[in-house]
């Protein structure tokens, strides 16, 4: 169903994505960036913390390993530039772990427990673009709210991104 060309694709755009939402998060002082504007999350920094949680629980997951995620509104970093260096690490971890795959594994079933305990599976192909279709969405949350300081936010859309990687 999915094809790994296509995800690698994907992961190297949310890649792209972020590094623009995290430079545009710069240009603001920290009481607009920690300022509640009604997001689910609140604040853009709360959010782009859940952001990283849920990379970390999904890759987690996908490694097999317990990176430490108890709660969806987990504060990872309490100031942008450490969350923008492990946005940007998490990032390599994405693209790399998509690029090991086998296009088998892609359809493999990945069996996982969520926060709350329950045990599920979900092929693996399907994980990870749930896991960037996610970050797509909470983007788009802060995208938001960049606009409320006011700011004109970067374009994000996927197609900006291939265009621009030719």
Same mark, same amino acid.
Request: aromatic share 8%.
């Given at each position: ?5 296509? +995800?690698?694709?994907?992961? $190297? ?5 972020? @590094?623009? &939402? %995290?430079?545009?998060?710069?240009? #603001?002082? /920290? ?30 997951? +996908?490694?097999?390993?317990? $990176? ?5 509104? @987990?504060? &990872? %970093?309490?100031?942008?530039?450490? #969350?923008? /260096? ?81």
């Amino acid at each position: 169903m999915t094809k790994p060309e296509h +995800l690698r694709t994907l992961a $190297r755009y949310n890649h792209w994505a972020n @590094q623009r &939402l %995290y430079a545009a998060c710069r240009a #603001l002082d /920290d009481d607009a960036y920690r300022a509640d504007r009604g997001a689910f999350f609140g604040s853009i920094h709360r959010t782009l913390n859940h952001i990283l949680v849920g990379d970390r629980a999904w890759l987690g997951r +996908l490694e097999g390993v317990d $990176r430490g995620i108890r709660s969806l509104d @987990q504060i &990872l %970093y309490d100031d942008l530039p450490s #969350l923008a /260096d492990a946005r940007a690490q998490e990032d390599a971890r994405i693209i790399a772990f998509v690029d090991r795959l086998d296009p088998e594994q892609f359809e493999a079933p990945l069996v996982y427990r969520t926060i709350a305990g329950e045990t599920q599976e979900t092929p693996i192909g399907l994980v990870v673009t749930h896991m960037i279709n996610h970050a797509t969405h909470h983007r788009g949350q802060v995208h938001c709210m960049l606009s409320q300081v006011p700011m004109d936010p970067p374009p994000l859309d996927l197609i900006y991104f291939l265009r621009e990687i030719g």
